[in-house]
């Protein structure tokens, strides 16, 4: 300890500055939690940017544009149609968002941002179909994210729950086998005889409420997997521009796991009604 000590005190100037800019351009070029983190929180910044900008300029358009009546649950709501256009616009890019950051890693800062922007944005415009009873469930929906998430963190952190190749391979059988379910409820809803049978189903409320809290328990799985790929990139020094990859998928999987968590919470309080 005290030669150690001593080796330390008595060590080059000049080699120890070295070795700190040895350190911080390897630090520049790879991959850092700190930067992952950073990056992340941008990503979540941008979808509350998008509710903000609806909340903005919904009171705007309806001053100013043309608007329509629509009936959600006997209560009448007024829609600009400029908004209403957005959205369309905004959904169709939720939807090949993903696939282009999928291909395409390079476009991933831009795809991500457009991405958040726009869930933010659908997000905040579904909560004009609120009733009065029913507006503290986004608030109550970001809370149970964060507790959620802190929960999973802490699960993978202390080594209680593991990922490995079993682990992504199960997740990856329940995503397949809920996207080419649904796919087969929704083309059997359309077919004379079969639709007689699953639409009792499908329309009952308490299938619905499963499927939530089955939707909400995946979502969170997908935590962990997202945990262990920015554990990965980090630890293997990948170069800078994997951080927005791990990031974007952390975020994608908190936004997804915070609409799930509004699905059921919405769910739960249609039930008790």
Not at 115 to 125: H, I, P, T
Not at 215 to 225: G, K, M, P
Request: charged letters at 10%.
């Amino acid at each position: 300890m005290t030669e150690t000590k001593t080796a330390r005190s008595f060590a080059n100037p000049v080699l120890q500055k070295l070795q700190n800019v040895i350190r911080q351009e390897t630090e520049s070029t790879t991959a850092t939690y700190s930067g992952i983190a950073a990056k992340t929180a941008f990503f979540l910044v941008m979808a509350v940017v998008g509710a903000a900008l609806f909340i903005c300029l919904h009171p705007v358009w309806l001053a100013n544009g043309t608007a329509i009546d629509m009936a959600v649950e006997g209560m009448l709501v007024q829609i600009a149609v400029a908004e209403l256009v957005i959205a369309g616009i905004a959904l169709l890019i939720l939807l090949i968002s993903p696939f282009i950051a999928l291909f395409n890693r390079r476009l991933l800062a831009v795809v991500g941002t457009l991405y958040c922007l726009c869930e933010g944005y659908l997000v905040a415009w579904t909560s004009i179909f609120l009733t009065p009873d029913m507006q503290w469930i986004p608030w109550g929906a970001l809370g149970l994210t964060v507790l959620i998430a802190a929960v999973m963190l802490v699960l993978y952190a202390t080594g209680i729950a593991r990922v490995g190749h079993k682990f992504r391979s199960f997740l990856m059988v329940v995503i397949l086998t809920t996207i080419f379910g649904s796919l087969l409820v929704y083309v059997g809803t359309w077919i004379p005889g079969v639709r007689d049978i699953l639409l009792p189903i499908v329309q009952d409320p308490i299938t619905g409420l499963v499927c939530s809290v089955l939707f909400v328990i995946i979502a969170s799985l997908f935590l962990l997997s997202d945990f262990n790929m920015v554990q990965t990139t980090v630890e293997n020094g990948l170069p800078k521009e994997y951080e927005w990859s791990a990031a974007y998928g952390l975020a994608y999987s908190l936004i997804w796991l915070y609409l799930k968590v509004l699905d059921l919470l919405m769910r739960v309080n249609a039930k008790k009604d």
